[in-house]
């Protein structure tokens, strides 16, 4: 655990797909931020909340060891990081506190176009190739199905092409990457999106009550947009 602070910290994106919208958003609940000159931390000038931009795949570590606070981050890492740091999201020891509405995507099967899908069980003994191989193997086991999990990084969708897997498993946004991969959807296994994560209670002190604070004017922001 990290030393005690008395401002609130949240983690956010630094680049890629939720980095912007998260950043407007703390905007629209009021905060402003004097940027260092790394940008790796800005400093919040109108309360007490600094921000910390870093990997996406690395907020929910930041949160479980008490680095940040808070941290905007997609569902799907989220979810999946929760096996890594504990045994699954019910046993992690941060929580979503709140749906952010943007950065909606889905994470799903999809095989080779003019290949059929016959349900789950279809999948036994195929190979599928994905970055999300905690939550990949977690349906698996949910639907009682054996299937071989193939880690990749990334560049997922060529897996197929290149015959080191039957199927992948990714995230699904517009589909124009399954499509450009002759690719197909084949069955939905999380729908995702921008999620604010916290701490399952909240502390009895100055960051509580900050936490308190933003999260009454973001769901003030969450309303009118709806
Ligand atoms: C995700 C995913 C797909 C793509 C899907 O990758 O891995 O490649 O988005 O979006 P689409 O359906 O709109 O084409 P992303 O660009 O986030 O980067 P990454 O693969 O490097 O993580
Ligand atoms: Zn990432
Ligand atoms: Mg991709």
Same mark, same amino acid.
């Given at each position: ?10 983690a956010?994106?630094?680049s ?5 919208a998260?950043?407007?958003?703390l905007?629209?609940?009021g ?8 940008k ?7 309360l ?30 989220l ?10 999201v ?5 929580r ?19 290949? #059929? ?7 036994? #003994?195929?190979?599928?190739?994905t ?14 199905v054996?299937a ?21 498993c ?8 399954l ?7 084949a ?10 994560? #916290?701490?399952?209670?909240?502390p ?5 009550d900050?936490?308190?604070l ?9 309303q009118?947009?709806?």
């Amino acid at each position: 655990m990290s030393p005690p602070r008395e401002r609130l910290r949240i983690a956010l994106q630094k680049s890629g797909r939720l980095a912007d919208a998260s950043r407007d958003l703390l905007a629209r609940c009021g905060l402003k931020f004097r940027e260092s000159r790394d940008k790796l931390f800005c400093f919040g000038e109108s309360l007490a909340v600094d921000l910390l931009l870093v990997r996406d795949d690395d907020i929910p570590g930041l949160i479980a060891e008490g680095v940040c606070d808070l941290g905007i981050v997609g569902r799907n890492v989220l979810r999946e990081q929760a096996f890594a740091i504990a045994d699954g999201v019910d046993a992690a020891p941060y929580r979503e506190l709140r749906a952010l509405g943007f950065g909606r995507c889905r994470l799903a099967l999809a095989l080779p176009q003019g290949q #059929g899908y016959a349900g789950p069980e279809g999948l036994a #003994g195929l190979r599928i190739a994905t970055s999300y191989p905690n939550l990949l193997a977690d349906w698996l086991r949910r639907q009682r199905v054996d299937a071989r999990v193939v880690v990749l990084s990334g560049s997922v969708e060529i897996a197929p092409r290149l015959g080191s897997a039957d199927l992948i498993c990714d995230l699904v946004a517009s589909g124009a990457t399954l499509a450009a991969n002759q690719l197909r959807e084949a069955a939905a296994l999380l729908e995702c999106e921008a999620v604010l994560a #916290g701490p399952r209670a909240l502390p009895a002190d100055a960051r509580g009550d900050l936490t308190e604070l933003l999260l009454r004017r973001l769901d003030g922001v969450l309303q009118v947009r709806d």
